[in-house]
């Protein structure tokens, strides 16, 4: 009845059918493998609790008062110190700013950044929510395919390369380097330097999402490319979703100052601030070593469940699908048989009761049509073998159709 | 350095005078009527203490997920029982929309509504914060004076025929129709009804700001606007800031289920959902009449405030000089001789020790030089008369100049 009224710049806007598929998963018995939630045993709740209740009896009137927009000062501080832990130096509370969740600095900086037309390098497959915002950008997108070390930077220099001879000029490059969602792959630290080498040449930024740093459980993570930025080139993301808890809305951003600056003026607009009380309650938890000492704990369940979910995969999907090892994260992603169409096959798998993300959505150009992603963070370890199993088995009857 | 990178359509985004004349106040002895804070002594800490440890102790496993981006269901629920005490009935949960603050309710709802040349309607003066977005869709603004009894309902009738006779159409009003920021003037019920009347006749929406709604400690709050709404035209929007505390950032809207569903799509890009901690402490906040037990105290503690700062401006303004007197809210706006302009006597103001904000950030049109707003809630008594005291003395120089 009121659709006239809407703007015709916000039309983009429709109800994904996936979301609409998935609603119908609600209250029935379905192993859902689709979702992105952390596991709440990792949440350190008694700690939150002491926290919480420390903070109100000394500073209440802080705590649950307007702050500023930028972030609360004392927990920026903290910030830097906690990026430290992902190698980057050299950088002053001026340099972060605190977002509600990491998904609001990908909204704010894809709005702040990009203008219709420009040019932009995306993983292929990379984080649908980063893609939905950029979509509204109307960019061209330039997808770079993923293998075993992210972004293959051969395909990625011939593209920047065919590109700049065509007189063109490339915005930026979005690119998750560790734990990569979904494709579950790592950048090593040679890797690393070479594409910022890259950007440096060609003058563009890259916008790094770091979502999933502190959550490498095989080896080392290797340090953030922000960490070998030398020239303000790199823009990095971090959340506190995934090391304390979702609930609280905390992202951050690390950049040079001139981004700060044109991200305040844009969030005075958006919200004014980001809660203070999640802000204090997680400067506490850095301050009292909370994040710190959590973290073998969250990476030792996550090791576990990834495990069990791998051998699942080994034993029920068929032999000609491919799927990721990653060494963190959340996801493992899959792909099938060129004959299976992911998207179609959604309602057959919720049938047997099992739901994933049909891959297509983490391609900008929407291909990938035989992929999927698997989360195996959030299900327990019967649940994970549980969901595999209904997943392989509807995959080899869609096989046999 | 890294402007070259900057969106085009983001450059609005420029640093405001005020802004930086007003962060000078700061750690110097000034006395700051400027602000918008909320007086802490009005903050439940204990019964919040109580709360969060509850929350913390019986579902810390929700209240630390991620939730859902419309809002937490029983949350939303608590927020149809609120919204009844604004006299608004006849809606359910599918009515409401939880936002980080009722700043992000306005920036979305601008953002899904306005078109850059769209007509809007809007109060002279009005809330900046609203014009500021605003702005950034480029719409064709149309002022209309408030009066003792909020917006001139004839002026707007007059308006709004000029432009249909144009061939315009009005796209939406915003109003702030209870003590109003910062005019603080209040629409009786029949200037309410009047106003939906025209609204209907010329077919346009209403956005209704009620962020002073239960704020009202001077006779009664007529009823919302929506309260009236019979054909889903009025969009409401309310805040906890000023009945809670704001550093939950936490803000609802009321409207048609068209919008809500438009909200929802807009904030999945923006920040996937509002901090489920907040919504929780507000909902178990309402559930207990935490709030409801809370406002007279409130509204007590503003009217001595008010009282005050009237008592105390009456002694120190010149007698030529007018000033509202608000049955509600936070603010007294004034009015000056014509001769001073009071962005320009800022400066001045603040050597004597004293900060306000000028009047001309809120019009549209940025008329409106001799005014200036007057922020009774945050500050002491003490405060409250040695800085009205203070800007007595500054315009009675700059009026001998």
Do not use: C
């Amino acid at each position: 009845m009121l659709e006239k009224f809407f703007s015709k710049e916000t039309s983009y806007l429709r109800t994904s059918e996936i979301r609409d598929l998935l609603k119908l998963t609600e209250g029935r018995d379905v192993i859902s493998l689709a979702g992105g939630l952390p596991d709440p045993q990792t949440f350190p709740v008694e700690e939150i609790k002491k926290i919480v209740n420390d903070i109100l009896t000394n500073y209440y009137d802080r705590a649950l008062q307007y702050s500023t927009t930028a972030g609360i000062f004392e927990f920026r501080k903290e910030l830097v110190n906690l990026s430290r832990l992902r190698g980057i130096s050299n950088i002053s509370e001026k340099n972060i700013f605190v977002t509600v969740g990491s998904q609001e600095a990908l909204f704010m900086l894809f709005n702040i950044l990009v203008d219709p037309g420009d040019e932009v390098i995306v993983e292929a497959p990379t984080y649908l929510a980063a893609l939905n915002v950029m979509r509204t950008r109307r960019p061209n997108f330039n997808s770079i395919n993923v293998n075993d070390n992210g972004p293959d930077l051969d395909e990625l220099e011939k593209k920047v390369r065919e590109k700049v001879s065509d007189g063109k000029k490339i915005k930026l490059i979005y690119v998750i380097p560790t734990a990569q969602n979904p494709a579950g792959t790592t950048m090593n630290l040679d890797n690393r330097k070479r594409l910022l080498e890259i950007a440096s040449k060609y003058d563009f930024l890259v916008v790094e999402d770091d979502a999933y740093g502190f959550l490498v459980f095989e080896g080392d993570s290797p340090p953030a490319i922000k960490a070998l930025d030398k020239e303000g080139r790199v823009i990095y993301t971090g959340t506190f979703s995934k090391i304390l808890t979702p609930g609280l809305r905390l992202g951050w951003v690390v950049a040079h100052e001139d981004v700060i600056r044109e991200l305040e003026l844009y969030k005075q607009n958006i919200d004014l601030h980001t809660p203070s009380l999640s802000q204090f309650i997680a400067m506490e938890a850095i301050r009292r070593g909370v994040i710190q000492n959590n973290l073998p704990k969250i990476r030792r369940i996550y090791k576990e469940k990834r495990n069990v979910m791998l051998e699942a995969i080994q034993e029920y999907f068929p032999k000609d699908a491919r799927w990721s090892k990653p060494i963190g994260g959340m996801f493992v992603f899959a792909w099938l048989p060129e004959k299976i169409d992911t998207t179609k096959m959604l309602e057959k798998a919720l049938q047997k009761g099992v739901a994933y993300v049909p891959g297509s959505s983490f391609y900008a150009d929407y291909s990938g049509k035989n992929t999927m992603r698997l989360n195996f963070s959030y299900p327990s370890k019967e649940q994970l073998v549980e969901g595999i199993k209904r997943l392989g088995e509807t995959i080899k009857q869609e096989l046999n159709v």
